[in-house]
């Protein structure tokens, strides 16, 4: 049963606006959450993360938001670049002690068109 | 330049045959973890070791599929026998695990795409 969920499995956004990638868990035990991005033939890379006790965080053009009452986290990618073209993972974990079991959702697929 | 090593990166073998992947985590990394990426389940989690030892493997079929680290720099993954039901990309991960609150991140390889003929 998947625990994380990514209903969109694409997205299209025009460069320079902005992309909003959506994210749903189940398991409310979650503590820490994740982005990955990922290009073909290459493995995942880590993206921006999240604690639990904290709704929002930020990274340059990246901002994740957490809302825990309703189990779901976006990712906003602004300004969009031709570049940010990957598909996009979340995860969820139970610990943040480190390097721990991720739970990750089937992914998103974000072309930015220029 | 840090990074996480898997061999071979691409592999087609025929049914009932043995397979196996290698994976070099990072130096100083405590925590490997092999995943299986598959169009509908995404990337999910086979098995994960630290310090060498087993953690989880419940996410392995336990038949035909088997996790070993010989050592700290090698990690490896085995089907035997194959079947095309396991043609899939496989990624192994590493990270490292202190067990106080640190940052989360894990590694990528960057995958031994299987094809079963």
């Known amino acids: 049963d998947q625990q994380v969920k990514q209903n969109s499995p694409s997205l299209s956004v025009q460069e320079g606006r902005i992309s909003i990638l959506n994210c749903d868990y189940t398991?409310?035990?979650?503590?820490?959450f994740l982005w990955y991005k990922k290009y073909p033939a290459e493995g995942p890379t880590f993206l921006i993360s999240i604690s639990s006790i904290k709704d929002k965080n930020e990274d340059g053009r990246f901002t994740v938001f957490l809302n825990k009452s309703a189990k779901h986290l976006s990712l906003h990618i602004v300004p969009s670049q031709p570049g940010d073209s990957a598909v996009y993972f979340c995860?969820?974990?139970?610990?943040?002690?480190?390097?721990?079991?991720?739970?990750f959702g089937t992914g998103t697929r974000l072309t930015v068109i220029p | 330049d840090a990074r996480v090593t898997q061999t071979p990166r691409h592999k087609v073998t025929e049914m009932g045959q043995e397979v196996t992947m290698r994976c070099q985590p990072i130096?100083?990394?405590?925590?490997v973890f092999w995943y299986r990426q598959t169009m509908m389940q995404g990337l999910e989690l086979l098995a994960y070791?630290?310090?060498?030892?087993?953690?989880?493997d419940s996410g392995m079929p336990k038949d035909r599929f088997s996790a070993e680290m010989p050592d700290a720099t090698l990690a490896t993954l085995k089907i035997q026998p194959s079947e095309p039901r396991d043609s899939a990309v496989y990624f192994c991960?590493?990270?490292?695990?202190?067990?106080?609150?640190?940052?989360?991140?894990?590694?990528f390889g960057p995958g031994t795409r299987l094809t079963v003929l």
């Open positions: 995860a969820a974990s139970f610990d943040q002690t480190g390097a721990n079991n991720l739970f």
């Open positions: 130096l100083g990394h405590n925590t």
């Open positions: 398991n409310s035990m979650f503590d820490y």
């Open positions: 070791f630290r310090n060498r030892a087993p953690l989880d």
């Open positions: 991960a590493s990270g490292s695990n202190s067990g106080i609150v640190a940052y989360n991140e894990q590694f």
